[in-house]
């Protein structure tokens, strides 16, 4: 296999292990650009990964089991939503407390269902969200150079996949050119100003917050249902931290969340291969340090590189109406 093939295996894997960070980042984005934190995703990624493979094994229907986990993340963010708007309660407790809860209930429920330690029964073809090839792909496959890019690192792909890319251009179109979009950022800048000008601030960060859901449900439905074929107790991994994290990175904004997700794939995808790697005077890399990679390298990014991130001026702050 010679370099070429490698990169454009390389690069396939890194946007199959982007796709849930991106949703989840745009997830994050959505919720925080309204001035409500969610820390909440790791949590939500569990419940709608759970929710997916269950439906999806009882179903033999993907796409239920997908409605499933979007109906579960809906939940949770409204749940988080009355904590921390209706009730003006402290947002990263909120979050955390969503996250403990979620990380326990799946395992118990998934132990009480079906007795395998917590994982959901492996799901067949039909269950499972699976590859598309693209028009043409076969025909251009042996053509040198593109006919690599676009039968394998193009085409391939479920549609999870697929649909988290084009979700960036729609969030960002979303976010700048409609009211709705205009309304949002407004209300996590400066709420006194939106309530002043007669809109709902509580609806508006409702709404947010539901998009989130919606986006974070997907997340989760791709890592039970599309990456792997069952759910795994905390099979999450730290990966709504990580969208968090990118979305920091990228400073809320939809196309540099993007980039800084295909970073973060591109670590995890390259600590996979370097699995089983002999260094010359060190000998086989540890399983353990090419684990522990990705997250180490996203804290080294975050510290070093990110610069200075400015938040949306209301973020994490109770709106109080004036009378």
């Known amino acids: 296999m010679d370099n070429f093939e490698l990169v454009i295996l390389l690069l396939d894997a890194t946007l199959r292990t982007s796709t849930p960070l991106i949703l989840a980042a745009l997830a994050g984005m959505f919720s925080e650009r309204s001035g409500t934190i969610n820390l909440a995703l790791e949590g939500m990624m569990l419940g709608g990964a759970f929710s997916a493979a269950t439906v999806a094994y009882y179903a033999g229907n993907p796409w239920i089991g997908l409605l499933a986990a979007i109906a579960t993340t809906v939940s949770l963010s409204l749940l988080h939503g009355f904590a921390c708007i209706t009730h003006k309660?402290?947002?990263?407790?909120?979050?955390?407390?969503?996250?403990?809860?979620?990380?326990?209930?799946?395992?118990?429920?998934?132990?009480?269902?079906?007795?395998?330690?917590?994982?959901?029964?492996?799901?067949?073809?039909?269950?499972?969200?699976?590859p598309i090839t693209l028009p043409g792909a076969d025909a251009v496959a042996d053509v040198p150079i593109?006919?690599?890019?676009?039968?394998?690192?193009?085409?391939?792909?479920?549609?999870?996949?697929?649909?988290?890319?084009?979700?960036?251009?729609?969030?960002?179109?979303?976010?700048?050119?409609?009211?709705?979009?205009?309304?949002?950022?407004?209300?996590?800048?400066?709420?006194?100003?939106?309530?002043?000008?007669?809109?709902?601030?509580?609806?508006?960060?409702?709404?947010?917050?539901?998009?989130?859901?919606v986006l974070v449900g997907m997340s989760g439905a791709y890592l039970s249902t599309a990456q792997g074929a069952s759910f795994l107790q905390d099979?999450?991994?730290?990966?709504?931290?990580?969208?968090?994290?990118?979305?920091?990175?990228?400073?809320?904004?939809?196309?540099?969340?993007?980039?800084?997700?295909?970073?973060?794939?591109?670590?995890?995808?390259?600590?996979?291969?370097?699995?089983?790697?002999?260094?010359?005077?060190?000998?086989?890399?540890?399983?353990?340090?090419v684990q522990a990679l990705p997250y180490v390298l996203t804290v080294i990014l975050l510290a070093g590189f990110i610069g200075r991130a400015i938040p949306p001026k209301s973020l994490g702050r109770p709106y109080v109406k004036e009378r």
């Not at 690192?153 to 697929?162: A, E, K, P, R, T």
């Not at 988290?164 to 100003?193: C, K, S």
């Not at 990118?246 to 809320?252: L, N, R, S």
């Not at 995808?269 to 370097?274: D, E, F, L, V």
Request: glycine fraction near 14%; hydrophobic fraction near 50%; include cysteine.
């Open 89 to 130: 309660g402290n947002q990263v407790v909120s979050g955390m407390a969503i996250n403990i809860l979620m990380s326990g209930l799946t395992a118990l429920v998934g132990i009480a269902l079906f007795a395998q330690g917590g994982k959901t029964p492996s799901l067949d073809h039909g269950s499972r969200f699976q």
């Open 146 to 213: 593109l006919g690599s890019l676009y039968s394998e690192l193009l085409s391939g792909h479920n549609i999870l996949v697929y649909i988290a890319f084009l979700a960036v251009p729609a969030a960002w179109w979303v976010m700048y050119r409609t009211r709705f979009g205009l309304r949002l950022r407004a209300v996590g800048e400066n709420p006194g100003a939106v309530d002043t000008a007669g809109i709902g601030v509580i609806a508006m960060r409702y709404r947010a917050v539901m998009c989130s859901g």
């Open 235 to 289: 099979m999450t991994a730290g990966k709504g931290y990580i969208a968090l994290a990118a979305m920091v990175f990228g400073k809320w904004r939809p196309f540099p969340a993007l980039f800084a997700c295909l970073l973060f794939g591109f670590l995890d995808a390259a600590a996979t291969r370097m699995q089983g790697v002999v260094l010359p005077g060190i000998g086989e890399v540890p399983v353990q340090l």
